[in-house]
């Protein structure tokens, strides 16, 4: 049976064999250009739950390139979701038995708000689902000047859209509304944290996941003010009414030139402190919020970038010392001679990736845990250690690495292209795939909570350990900068 009626309407999904069901592209919400997504409440036809929605209109990235979602069709009209679920939620009617509810698992992709799609293959339900008997739900959302333009966090109402169709509905799909764990890697994980400050999730959010959250992105009203003028130049447009008559083919022209000529790429399009669905203090407010939180990040997140840019083998101890000084000013060499000690035999160029993945993840990731420890909020740390094997070891640990051993789809398409096909995969992604799974049914996870008095963090690699406190130095040399 692939069919499922509630009082929404009727959903026609894809059979998938050994128990397990999926249902793609179900439109769950509306959204004019600049406007807030509108709640889809009810279908007047059947919806044809078997094949992918169209992404949000964007300039692909890295990952596009590689998992080659870019034939995906772009549409503005992009708000949908994905479940994956086993059959059994169909119960016994014959008897009046109504099947247990299972965790509900939401699932925000990555990528710098500007790119990325819920379609990507490394993504796909069935490998937790089935190892879990959990409910796997995937959304898209608005991307770049569509999703985040100035202070209009839209993406982020996007996504609390999705988690308002997931309370209403998944019922109908086996799933708890009542249990529903968010997580998400990269921009997606950032999302994570923002959605656990916003007021607007109240009742729909239990437990929150965030792999490599890209904090940094976070951005104040001024810098969105800013990034919002530089965009009206690059589209030679005055005002927000006159991007409304753009093609959106003339917004993804518009920006692309943007990426190619400013600085602050990073928050070009990203949510906005204070904007549409979010408070001032997002830190403060993840931690006031109660909903438990784990977080996780990568030994080496910036060498994927590093790496990919081929100027930077040519880096010398010089040329990397420019970036140690814009970052630390007079304890430059100081920060110099300590990376050295801690990342040994590294490159100049890996030298200013391990400076870069401080800055953007490790720190602000402990900045986030002591807030919410210091009020004693639930709160879990690990570090994702694993260095893939591919290109002679030059990627290390890097950004978007773990996210096939959370899913445990080491099998999916390309993922050896990433990961190569070491043995030492599959228990790893045992491991963190199954804590997760835990997480997502009761809240338990196998070390204990982040705090300042030990700072407990789970390092998963090919052994993984608990440790205390990993490298306070570099820590403290952060916390003096901060």
Request: glycine fraction near 8%; aromatic fraction near 10%.
């Amino acid at each position: 049976m692939t069919v499922v009626i509630n009082s929404s309407g009727s959903f026609n999904g894809n059979d998938l064999g050994s128990g397990l069901i999926e249902f793609l592209g179900i439109q769950f919400a509306t959204a004019s250009r600049f406007k807030k997504p509108v709640d889809v409440i009810s279908y007047t036809h059947e919806v044809n739950a078997k094949a992918f929605g169209p992404q949000s209109p964007q300039v692909p990235g890295f990952m596009e390139e590689i998992l080659d979602t870019k034939s995906i069709p772009i549409d503005e009209n992009c708000l949908f979701l994905n479940i994956w679920t086993k059959t059994d939620f169909i119960g016994d009617v014959a008897n009046n038995e109504k099947p247990k509810l299972k965790p509900v698992l939401f699932w925000i992709h990555g990528g710098a708000y500007t790119n990325g799609t819920a379609a990507t293959s490394w993504y796909n339900g069935t490998s937790l689902v089935t190892r879990g008997d959990v409910v796997l739900v995937s959304i898209n959302y608005r991307l770049g000047p569509f999703g985040f333009l100035g202070e209009n966090n839209l993406g982020i109402l996007d996504q609390i859209s999705a988690l308002r169709w997931v309370n209403r509905n998944i019922v109908s799909f086996g799933g708890d509304p009542n249990n529903v764990t968010i997580f998400g890697e990269s921009a997606g994980g950032s999302s994570v944290v923002a959605l656990t400050a916003s007021p607007l999730v109240a009742g729909l959010v239990t437990r929150a996941w965030a792999m490599s959250p890209s904090l940094r992105q976070l951005r104040t009203k001024n810098d969105a003010a800013i990034a919002l003028e530089q965009y009206l130049g690059f589209a030679n447009c005055k005002s927000l009414s006159d991007l409304r008559e753009l093609s959106v083919q003339q917004m993804i022209d518009a920006t692309a030139n943007m990426f190619v000529d400013v600085e602050n790429y990073v928050s070009t399009f990203t949510p906005t402190f204070g904007g549409d669905g979010l408070p001032e203090d997002i830190y403060a407010a993840s931690a006031n919020s109660g909903i438990p939180l784990v977080v996780g990040t990568n030994h080496d997140e910036n060498r994927l970038w590093s790496v990919l840019h081929p100027e930077s083998a040519t880096l010398d101890i010089e040329g990397a010392l420019v970036y140690y000084r814009k970052t630390f000013a007079d304890k430059a060499l100081t920060a110099w001679d300590l990376y050295s000690k801690l990342r040994i035999e590294h490159s100049p160029s890996q030298m200013v990736a391990a400076l870069q993945t401080d800055e953007n993840f490790r720190a602000p990731a402990w900045k986030l845990c002591e807030e919410r420890s210091e009020i004693n909020t639930p709160t879990w740390m690990y570090w994702f250690t694993w260095p893939t094997p591919i290109f002679d070891g030059a990627f290390g640990s890097c950004h978007a690495l773990d996210i096939p051993f959370v899913f445990h789809n080491l099998n999916a398409p390309r993922v050896e292209v990433f990961t190569g096909d070491d043995s030492s995969r599959g228990p790893i992604a045992d491991r963190i795939s199954g804590e997760l799974l835990s997480y997502a049914k009761d809240g338990v996870v196998s070390w204990p909570h982040y705090e300042i008095e030990n700072r407990a963090t789970l390092k998963v690699d090919v052994e993984t350990i608990l440790i205390s406190d990993p490298e306070p130095a570099l820590r403290n040399l952060w916390r003096t900068i901060a």
